[in-house]
């Protein structure tokens, strides 16, 4: 595998948006900063909020875009312009409905189901899919009609408890990622289950 140098959290801006399960993404480069002492800094010309951090010996980029979700590309596509950063070299954290809160899953490639930030990166990197993803289960409303209402809200507290556990446990996997592989990673990350640690 191509060693990862630019990992992304996506989220919509904006202190009402925090907090919603849509930005989960960006918690977990929140957290891969704090893990590892760096800091995210606004920088206009890749249109988030930026950082480098150390990951087993590796240089690693962060990057939570400051545009809005549909508008992701615009970040990440100027990030990986400036640095020559090829998309199989991309990890993209994001929710994801078909996977219960709780749980998350690394995986190469593959479309965007349908997630609008997905969507506008996979465009923007002139149709690569080839890039990494971290998807964080936040479960689904039932019904594709309340979907766009329910990513937009802030989960409950019991289920809030699990999406932070998960983001924390992606965080250590990634760790794992950069010193002994993808697959190893995989083997922890995916028999995780913040739902059954309680």
Do not use: C
């Not at 950082?51 to 615009?74: E, Q, Y």
């Not at 400036?82 to 709780?102: C, K, M, N, R, T």
């Not at 936040?138 to 289920?159: D, M, N, R, W, Y």
């Amino acid at each position: 595998m191509h060693p990862i140098e630019l990992i992304v959290g996506l989220g919509n801006p904006g202190p009402e948006y925090a907090h919603t399960r849509h930005n989960a993404g960006a918690w977990y480069v929140a957290e891969l900063a704090r893990l590892h002492g760096g800091q995210l800094r606004e920088e206009g010309k890749f249109f988030g909020w930026t950082g480098r951090i150390r990951i087993g010996g590796h240089d690693v980029r962060l990057l939570i875009p400051a545009t809005f979700m549909n508008r992701s590309g615009k970040s990440v596509a100027a990030m990986a312009n400036f640095y020559q950063i090829p998309p199989e070299a991309i990890l993209v954290a994001h929710d994801e409905l078909d996977l219960p809160p709780g749980s998350a899953r690394f995986k190469q490639g593959g479309g965007h189901g349908g997630h609008n930030g997905l969507k506008d990166i996979i465009s923007s990197l002139g149709n690569s899919k080839d890039f990494y993803r971290l998807r964080l289960g936040i479960g689904h409303p039932g019904h594709k009609s309340q979907v766009a209402g329910f990513v937009l809200t802030k989960a409950p507290a019991p289920e809030q408890s699990l999406l932070e556990a998960t983001v924390d446990e992606a965080a250590r996997a990634t760790d794992i990622l950069f010193n002994d592989g993808m697959t190893r990673a995989m083997n922890r990350l995916h028999a995780f289950n913040a739902d059954s640690t309680k």
